[in-house]
Structure formats: structure tokens, C-alpha cells
């Protein structure tokens, strides 16, 4: 079973403009993870932010994580055409339990 | 290139056959995991081992399905009798195994197996 759910599904946007995914999950988490998936191919680590952190920026990035509510948000400032991927979020521990991903398309 | 690496990146099968891809992980890195991504989904949890053993086994690790990491370093996945149903990408990931909160998993490229 998948314990986060990523919203929306799909998202298509302009190359310059914001990009915001959300991440909804089930249990209590030590921490919870942003990745990217390009097409067909393997995960790239984003972001991790800790159950006792609020915010947390990594470049263009911004996660956002409400434990009160279980849900997370990744924001892509800026965004550029190669952005465009699938980006997936996943909850901690020993496995991660991932959502079934946001698909982002940047048009140029 | 210091990444965790999968060999092979394809393979095609007929139904029935025995497979056998191979993850190769950072080194230093204790932890070694292996999920199972079909078309349209998340990864799915199929195993992970501290070093060499094998600390848990998703349900979806079927009897045919079988992993070994034998010195702690390298792990094998073998899939017996393939089936249509396994056709997926199969990714590898490895962490240091350190701290709960903090442990970040890298992952491979990833071996996409397609049965016929």
C-alpha cells in the first residue's frame, strides 16, 4: 500500500513560473522526502525535511511539511523546461513508501 | 562515478525464464535497498539488508522472487519462472544505515525487465 498521495496528479505549466506539489500521508513519520524522476529513469534525491522542521529551501526548492495535518508541499520557484519530470514524495523510516508522483510538464 | 550502479539497465525474457540483475551501491553505504516501479506508479518496497542480512521482505517478494547480499557489499535480485506480471523497472537504492531521521537512500538507474 502507497502511503503518500501526491496533488496533483498532473501538473503543466510555463517555464518561469511556480510549481506546487502537495503530499498527503498516513502515519507518523521521522522524516519525509522529495524525489525526481525523469522519464524512464532512476530517483533523484531532492529534499528531506525532519518531522520537527517547519521549512526548508534548497535552491529553487522549497518544502513545506504540517505534521498536524500529515501533509507536505514542494515548490519549484522558477521553474525551466528541464524540470519537467515526475517528483514523487516518500515517507521515512527503513522503506520508503512512496506516493504515485506528481507528473510536472514545463513548457518552454 | 561513485553512484550506485544496476546491471543490466534492460533485459527481455520469455516467460518462464530465470533472471538475475545485480546492484552494485555506494561504497560505505550499509544499507541496500531493492523496489519494483511499474508504469504510472511510485516504487514499490520489495527488501533491504544491513549489510549482509536481509531485515525485511515486502509481501510483495513472492517465493520466485529471491536477494542476497553475500559479503555486505554487492546484492543480487533473482526472479524465478518470470511472469508477464513482472515485467517493471527494478531499482536498487543504498543509504548508510546511520540515523533514522536523516538517512537519505540514493538509487540506481535501474533495470527494466520485460517478459514476453
Known amino acids: 500500500s502507497q502511503q503518500g498521495e501526491e496533488d496533483p496528479q498532473a501538473l503543466s505549466i510555463q517555464e518561469g513560473e511556480n510549481a506546487t506539489m502537495n503530499c498527503s500521508y498516513k502515519?507518523?513519520?521521522?522524516?519525509l522526502q522529495w524525489y525526481r524522476q525523469n522519464s524512464g529513469r532512476g530517483l533523484v534525491h531532492l529534499i528531506l525535511i525532519r518531522s520537527n522542521e517547519r521549512e526548508k529551501h534548497s535552491g529553487r526548492l522549497r518544502v513545506t511539511l504540517d505534521t498536524s495535518k500529515k501533509s507536505s508541499s514542494l515548490l519549484i520557484t522558477a521553474s525551466r523546461a528541464a524540470d519537467t519530470a515526475s517528483y514523487f514524495c516518500a515517507t521515512d523510516g527503513r522503506k520508503l513508501i512512496f506516493g504515485q508522483g506528481t507528473e510536472l510538464s514545463v513548457k518552454p | 562515478d561513485t553512484g550506485v550502479s544496476q546491471n543490466p539497465r534492460h533485459k527481455i525474457t520469455k516467460r518462464g525464464q530465470n533472471v538475475t540483475f545485480r546492484c552494485d551501491p555506494i561504497s560505505e553505504h550499509n544499507r541496500l535497498y531493492w523496489y519494483r516501479q511499474t508504469l504510472g506508479q511510485g516504487p514499490e518496497f520489495l527488501t533491504y539488508?544491513?549489510?549482509?542480512?536481509?531485515?525485511?521482505k515486502s509481501r510483495l517478494l513472492s517465493d520466485r522472487f529471491s536477494a542476497e547480499r553475500p559479503k555486505g557489499s554487492f546484492s543480487t535480485l533473482e526472479i524465478q519462472r518470470t511472469e508477464q506480471g513482472d515485467s517493471a523497472m527494478y531499482l536498487c537504492?543504498?543509504?548508510?544505515?546511520?540515523?533514522?531521521?536523516?538517512?537519505?537512500?540514493?538509487f540506481g538507474p535501474g533495470t527494466r525487465l520485460t517478459v514476453l
Open positions: 537504492a543504498s543509504s548508510l544505515g546511520n540515523f533514522v531521521s536523516t538517512d537519505t537512500q540514493y
Open positions: 539488508f544491513q549489510n549482509e542480512a536481509q531485515l525485511e
Open positions: 502515519t507518523s513519520i521521522n522524516n
